[in-house]
Nanobody, 119 residues
Framework: QVQLVESGGGLVQSGGSLRLSCAAS?????????MGWYRQAPGKQRELVAI???????NYADSVKGRFTISRDNAKNMVYLEMNSLQSEDTAVYYC????????????WGQGTQVTVSS
């Protein structure tokens, strides 16, 4: 069973920082060429936050550009999301996703980690 486990969420004041981590039970370099972070706020749909390719190319949602940084350590099977200048609008459950080489039907999601930003 493939697993992605997020950690690092919590309560932070507006303007603060958090670093989320995603630990994979398999070799992300081979299994998931694209890794991503998504988030879902109460009453809203899940949305893309950032994705990163096997080679390290990253893309971000406009709302987080310049504040968030996604990275991956293929040797350690880890993906990270560094979040700075957090705002109340960033409050959500954050999910790690692995896009499987076999296609979307085989994608994997973590259980999520709560990030709450107090104003």
């Amino acid at each position: 069973q493939v697993q992605l486990v997020e950690s690092g969420g919590g309560l932070v004041q507006s303007g603060g920082s958090l670093r989320l981590s995603c630990a994979a039970s398999r070799r992300i370099l081979i299994q998931w060429p694209v890794m991503g972070w998504y988030r879902q706020a109460p009453g809203k749909q899940r949305e893309l936050v950032a994705i990163i390719t096997r080679g390290g190319s990253a893309n971000y949602a406009d709302s987080v550009k310049g504040r968030f940084t996604i990275s991956r350590d293929n040797a350690k099977n880890m993906v990270y999301l560094e979040m700075n200048s957090l705002q109340s609008e960033d409050t959500a459950v954050y999910y790690c996703k692995g896009s499987d080489v076999r296609g979307p039907l085989y994608d994997s999601w973590g259980q999520g980690t709560q990030v709450t930003v107090s104003s």
